[in-house]
């Protein structure tokens, strides 16, 4: 199992680009979650999908779209990056039946917005 | 709002010593889960040990163990006998429903020899 898996490991964008951040698991986990991490502020939650089908805003949402693509798939968008949006970004997943119910990480994607 | 507040921005320890990881949260719910993660410089997001709040007893993995003090909304790490690849960041997170989790801003743990 690869568990979960982040496409691209790194990107450098100039201020108005659009790209997506790719996603992927195979634990056959219900939920999906899409954080940012910025120096000093710890991971604060972008978007999650509790559910195939459906997407919630996080804490900081603003400037993101989500797409839960199907049970595996769960990708992030910036429709017009600003260098407010520099920051790592991790997916995460996890089951929803059982508890307690660990999240599991990707490795992360690091992204420059100039 | 749940709020996770980590006091400590870095803290040392040497190797095969005790180091204490402080944690405070702030909730209204009496059911809840509390976790600590550890992230090396790889970046990879681990988790080191999770504690459920109806639970009285302290969990425990191996070196990593948590004292929790529900009352004073207290949840600490211990690790025992430090080893040099404890050095990362540690971030204590809190889980709300639907699986959300609220991370603290992080404790950079260094060990020396």
């Known amino acids: 199992n690869a568990g979960v898996t982040q496409t691209p490991k790194f990107q450098v964008l100039k201020t108005g680009q659009s790209m997506t951040l790719q996603c992927a698991q195979d634990?056959?986990?219900?939920?999906m979650y899409w954080y940012r991490q910025d120096p000093g502020m710890g991971l604060r939650l972008i978007y999650y999908?509790?559910?195939?089908?459906?997407?919630d805003k996080g804490e900081v949402p603003n400037g993101y779209n989500v797409s839960r693509l199907n049970k595996r798939e769960f990708s992030l968008r910036l429709e017009s990056a600003a260098p407010s949006q520099t920051s790592v970004y991790f997916c995460?997943?996890?089951?929803?039946?059982?508890?307690?119910?660990?999240?599991?990480f990707g490795p992360g994607t690091r992204l420059t917005v100039l | 709002a749940q709020t996770v507040t980590q006091s400590q921005p870095e803290m040392s320890v040497q190797e095969a010593e005790t180091v204490t990881l402080s944690c405070t949260y702030d909730?209204?719910?009496?059911?809840?889960?509390l976790f600590w993660y550890k992230q090396p410089p790889s970046r990879q997001m681990i988790l080191v040990i999770r504690?459920?709040?109806?639970?009285?007893q302290n969990a425990t993995e191996n070196r990593f163990s948590v004292n929790f003090q529900k009352a004073a909304k207290s949840f600490s790490l211990k690790i025992s006998d430090s080893q040099l690849g404890d050095a990362a960041m540690y971030f204590c997170?809190?889980?709300?429903?639907?699986?959300?989790?609220?991370f603290g801003t992080g404790t950079r743990l260094q060990v020396f020899p």
């Open positions: 995460a997943s996890s089951r929803t039946s059982g508890i307690p119910n660990e999240q599991f």
């Open positions: 909730t209204s719910e009496s059911d809840y889960y």
């Open positions: 504690q459920e709040a109806y639970k009285q």
């Open positions: 999908s509790a559910s195939e089908g459906t997407t």
């Open positions: 997170a809190y889980r709300v429903n639907t699986d959300k989790l609220i």
């Open positions: 634990m056959n986990h219900n939920s």
